[in-house]
């Protein structure tokens, strides 16, 4: 298997572990934000939503780099990675995100974008508790399609080292 791909496989699950925390530190907040009424919590659901996104981001980035050896560039990037990795790209690859998973997805970018340009006491709360409360559904639909991604690219590497001449079958 190449190096690359090996390494993308690896930093697509370790991202993967990290999503899963940051999950349920979230869940975990916001039963305490409901129950105490804390700004403090409050601020800690918006900063791991933030966090959420990114950590996805990272791993389309990585993967539009490695694999489409083409990542985007200019003012409107997070929304054009997002649309990069929902299409299928023939002969190198299937789309890595279904329309559902970009759809939910979209949601956490717009609010990236909110945490990154407002303070934290102008966040609206029912917004941070629709956002927690949808994003365990839209983490699982997120690993679903990335170890389907995972699976893809082990597939490929096998074939392609495979189909080597010279190489042993």
């Given at each position: 298997m190449r190096p690359e791909?090996?390494?993308?496989?690896?930093?697509?699950?370790?991202?993967?572990?990290?999503l899963r925390r940051i999950v349920e530190r979230t869940t975990r907040f916001l039963e305490q934000a409901l129950r105490s009424g804390e700004e403090a919590y409050w601020d800690a659901i918006a900063l791991n939503l933030h966090?959420?996104?990114?950590?996805?981001?990272?791993?389309?980035y990585e993967i539009a780099r490695?694999?489409?050896?083409?990542?985007?560039?200019?003012?409107?990037?997070h929304e054009d990675l997002l649309r990069q990795?929902?299409?299928?790209i023939p002969?190198?690859?299937?789309?890595?995100?279904?329309?559902?998973?970009?759809?939910c997805l979209d949601e956490y970018r717009r609010f990236r974008h909110v945490v990154r340009n407002v303070y934290a006491f102008v966040f609206d709360r029912a917004r941070l508790r629709e956002l927690a409360q949808s994003l365990p559904d839209c983490f699982e639909e997120v690993c679903r399609d990335l170890r389907a991604f995972q699976e893809?690219?082990?597939?490929?590497d096998r074939e392609t080292h495979s189909s080597m001449p010279g190489e042993e079958r």
């Open positions: 791909v090996q390494l993308l496989i690896g930093r697509i699950g370790g991202e993967l572990e990290d966090g959420f996104y990114v950590g996805v981001e990272r791993i389309l490695v694999v489409d050896q083409a990542a985007p560039g200019g003012p409107h990037w990795a929902s299409v299928e002969f190198v690859r299937p789309a890595v995100l279904r329309r559902s998973t970009r759809d893809f690219l082990g597939r490929m």
